[in-house]
């Protein structure tokens, strides 16, 4: 009888101690678990799927504006939707995932009641242009048609620096001219 009591009371013990050590169990704090709202989940299931280099940094620099997916309408134009909110300087969401290349329609909407934004956007080649006056929306479509990463961004004062970089994540695979023949990287 005395060993099924130690057995009790031992297990669950061993059981505590093991699993305080491990770092998933720390995930389970109220403090971190109120910071996975959707955006944040589709981000970090899709870090897997960038090459290592350009994972860091994605991870780094877009963990509070998330991740979205732009869906193919039956033209196929892809179309997203991205949002400033109020007294804020980010994307919401700061990265959009394009199935293919081709065109993409984004509706941007400047929720921001005391600021002016614009969007400096890639263009097959060029740039393309939306300014976004105090609680406005508009409109761009852009032409991406290469696998990649290209990045948008706030030209507007500092706005870029305090958070307001996207990133539009081209899926597809690349040509093999045009991969880049070299060994892995080191990461420091």
């Known amino acids: 009888m005395p060993r099924k009591r130690l057995n009790r009371v031992l297990l669950p013990l061993l059981a505590a101690v093991a699993l305080s ?3 998933y169990v720390k995930l389970l704090r109220p ?4 910071q996975l709202n959707p955006r944040v989940v ?7 799927r960038v090459d290592d280099p350009n994972e860091e940094v994605v991870a780094r620099l877009f963990a509070h504006g998330g991740l979205d997916r732009a869906k193919v309408g039956s033209d196929g134009v892809m ?5 400033v909110p109020k007294g804020e300087y980010i994307w919401y969401p700061a990265i959009v995932v394009m199935p293919r290349g081709g065109e993409l329609e984004l509706d941007f909407y400047n929720e921001d009641p005391y600021s002016y934004h614009a969007a400096f956007l890639p263009n097959a080649g060029n740039r393309h ?3 976004l006056p105090v609680g406005s929306h508009g409109r761009a ?3 991406l048609d290469q696998p990649g990463l290209y990045w948008f961004g706030c030209p507007v004062a500092n706005h870029a620096p305090r958070g307001m970089l996207g990133l539009i994540m081209v ?5 093999p001219e045009a991969k880049l023949d070299r060994p ?3 990461r420091h």
């Open 21 to 23: 050590s491990c770092e």
């Open 31 to 34: 403090s971190v678990l109120k």
């Open 42 to 48: 589709r981000l970090v299931n899709e870090l897997p």
């Open 79 to 83: 179309r997203a939707t991205v949002r």
């Open 129 to 131: 242009a939306l300014f």
């Open 141 to 143: 479509r852009i032409r």
């Open 171 to 175: 899926s597809g695979e690349v040509p």
């Open 184 to 186: 892995r990287q080191p």
